[in-house]
């Protein structure tokens, strides 16, 4: 296992960031809060379990720390300050990322991650359950099983007396939090911020990154190079379609993006209910915790959960019997007429900057590749849509033209959704600067040149993350298999429905095109 992480950790960690993604964002300068690994090819491997990781050890800050009476420590604090966190976490064994009042305490990472800093002297009693009263923000949410390296937490936090004394990364004050958290959660740095730094807005882009199985795209070991070629050209032709800015309806949720307007609400449960309870008598399903939506198409979705984007997330695990004819759905429609209950809206758009297969990677024998993609933001399942569909495309379960149809305003098309396993959030990039070049956002830029909170994430990746990843790249194990064979099974829909979204979309297209020409000549002339 040593060795197998030494590889991995080498060729995921040294990856450059194409500049082309800045040059798209309209500020002078932007300082991304990257992990900052070394891209040269002399980058030395990373081994678990050397000898040499060392925990960080900076100057505690000068007050008191005492025992929490869990074996945590706590620092005595003197007055209150906004403050941005930027943590790292393995979310397997966790049900995403934001605290939901429904589930357990231990069961998100902001539940574990708020009961730490409320042990270490960050939130007041009277403020502790309520994120709320404190302000708390995150730079982005995750999805159950998925990781991350880069996601960064704003709150007005109590801090002790001289918090950043000898401790100009904010280093000290994190290993405290870390002393009451679990190994598989960790706070690099916390360093303060302005009261109007907003870490959601501010963020200018999230890049994750997506390792998969070469067997699935159809890479063989015994593959050669030229055939390798091939397989990387044709599935980065079908990633490439994702790229610009695109209405993503089809890849998340779509209710949870839009108002539900009086009495739609009511019916669309009722209709909510009637498929769930034909569901249950076909598959045996467990609860999400992501929550139900009210559109119909999604709980239709619900028979083969390959497809569904509300199913629960360890779907891949569950077995799936052979579907009974009447409960054949349809898979793909197109809006002919307005529907108020089922409109589209901004924030159903999203811009995204790269979606790209990098180069074929072999440890132990296993060989995978890395998917990146970046945007501007991301909406629930979105990126896990995005991979399954454009692998469902590669084996040719769905046809090519089914993500440029899927982008359309007024397709509605059922999508597969791949596991969660192995997406990890790796970078974020903030504006740091105003348009005169002078600094904004000091504790921001701290936390991107900070080599002592490069240094922890670094380590947090070799002992925590790595392990975890290098349970999920072979393709016969869990989650790989069964999901590829559900996919396999479930992944197609009829030839008629696809021709109807093809020809409306011709039609649309035409009108769009028409209507776009003449308004340029009339504005020329």
Known sequence: MAVAAATRSSWLLRRPFSSTILARCAYPTLLRTTVCFSHSASAPALALGSASLTPNTPSPPPTTCSSDGGGGMRWESTRKKRVVLRIG??????RGLQKQRELSADSTIESVLESAIFKSGGILESNYGKLQKVGWERSSRTDKGVHSLATMISLKMEIPDRAWDKDPDGIALANIINSN???NIKVFSILPAQRSFDVRRECLYREYFYLLPAEIIGIKNGSTSEEV????????SILKGFKG??????????????????????????TSSTVNSISEMVVNQSTSGEGATSDPDEEYSEFPSILDSSAPEDNCKTDHPELPESSVQIQARWLHEPNESDRLSASHFRDILNCSCGDLQSSSGTQFVELTICGVSFMLH????MVGTAVAVKRGLLPKDIIELSLAKFSRIVLPIAPSEVLILRDNSFCTRNKQGSIVRPGI?????SKEMKKGVTEFYRAALLPELAKYLDPSLPPWQEWVENLDHFT?????QLDE?????????????????????????
């Open 492 to 496: 197609g829909i009829p030839e008629p």
């Open 89 to 94: 976490y393995v979310g397997s064994e966790y």
């Open 445 to 449: 830029q701290s936390i991107t040149e």
């Open 245 to 270: 800015n695109h209405p993503f309806h089809n890849y998340t949720a779509r209710a949870k993006y839009r108002k539900v307007l009086a009495g739609a609400h009511r019916r669309a449960k009722e």
């Open 229 to 236: 070629q091939e397989h990387l050209i044709e599935f980065n």
């Open 501 to 525: 979204v093809r020809t409306a979309y011709r039609v649309w297209r035409d009108d769009y095109d028409r209507v776009k020409m003449a308004r340029k000549s009339s504005g020329s002339g």
């Open 382 to 385: 979105q990126i896990r849509k």
């Open 181 to 183: 958290l679990p190994n």
